[in-house]
């Protein structure tokens, strides 16, 4: 999961929780929440305190670089986490540049998307060991 490895990039932490942690070690061994959009959301916005990257959900106008957005296309089910990489006053679809790796982008307009939901999260740190 492209947005996961950007994450990690930033946090270097993985939390090696069987089910309920964040981790890849190889395509066999990784968990829900690495690459299952519904399951990323979980984790990063969890409620109880253990390792790892911590997100809580956010409104458009408080998106800044490194943030995420999840797109629902169905208007059913999150499907999609890119990154965000730029924001411009003012905050809208128009301004937020986002990165993806499902079809390679960089500096995309969210405005772009064709989706029927979106939610957004702010990254707030990491826990660390």
């Given at each position: 999961?492209f ?6 990039a ?8 069987p ?17 299952g ?8 916005t ?6 790892g ?22 208007g059913?089910?999150?499907?999609h986490?890119?990154?965000?990489v ?12 986002i990165a ?5 982008a960089?500096?995309?307009p ?8 979106i ?11």
């Amino acid at each position: 999961n492209f947005a996961s490895q950007c994450v990690f990039a930033g946090s270097g932490v993985m939390n090696f929780t069987p089910d309920f942690g964040w981790y890849y070690i190889d395509a066999n061994q990784k968990s829900p929440s690495w690459t299952g959009v519904p399951y990323f959301w979980n984790f990063m916005t969890r409620q109880a305190p253990s390792v790892g990257p911590v997100a809580q959900p956010c409104a458009l106008e408080d998106l800044q670089p490194g943030d995420l957005v999840q797109l629902s296309f169905n208007g059913q089910e999150f499907q999609h986490t890119p990154v965000v990489v730029r924001v411009t006053a003012p905050i809208t679809l128009e301004t937020v540049l986002i990165a993806a790796h499902s079809y390679d982008a960089d500096n995309r307009p969210l405005s772009t998307y064709t989706f029927q939901d979106i939610r957004f999260l702010h990254v707030l740190g990491t826990i660390r060991p």
